[in-house]
């Protein structure tokens, strides 16, 4: 016999959400998919499925190696699902992150009106 779990508690399971709420949440709102098709919290996983999970600015995209009931630790996780995510969405994550971090030297107070502007027009380039 097959084992399946509902989706929203094996993605919390795996630790792609912090609570099941927030779980089930991403599912309802259409931020999960299988098969390019959004799901509903309830929807059964199945060994080798491949969940596609919007957490933004990425879209994570996973393998279901094992079917599992309970929380694991973290170090747990790669027996359960295999990452298959692009470099490319890490990248951009690391970009975008790069780009909100606006360096000032200490003491020079808060940028100028003209100074946000040049800010503004260089995060807009990208």
């Known amino acids: 016999m097959d084992k399946s779990v509902r989706i929203d508690k094996w993605l919390w399971c795996v630790r792609l959400y912090k609570t099941r709420t927030l779980s089930a949440e991403a599912c ?3 931020k999960v998919t ?3 098709v959004n799901v509903k ?3 059964a996983v199945k060994v ?3 969940i596609k999970v919007h957490q933004p600015p990425l879209w994570r995209t996973v393998k279901v190696v094992d079917i599992l009931e309970n929380r694991v630790g973290a170090k747990v996780v790669p027996q359960y699902m ?3 995510t692009p470099q490319e969405e890490y990248d951009k994550v ?3 992150r790069m780009m909100n971090m606006e360096r000032r ?3 020079t107070g808060r940028p100028t009106k003209k100074e ?3 800010i503004d027009r260089l995060k807009d380039l990208y």
Do not use: Q
């Open 48 to 50: 080798g499925d491949i």
């Open 94 to 96: 690391e970009f975008v």
């Open 34 to 36: 299988i098969d390019d």
């Open 82 to 84: 295999e990452d298959l």
């Open 41 to 43: 919290p309830s929807r």
């Open 28 to 30: 309802s709102g259409g």
């Open 105 to 107: 030297d200490r003491g």
């Open 116 to 118: 946000r502007r040049e």
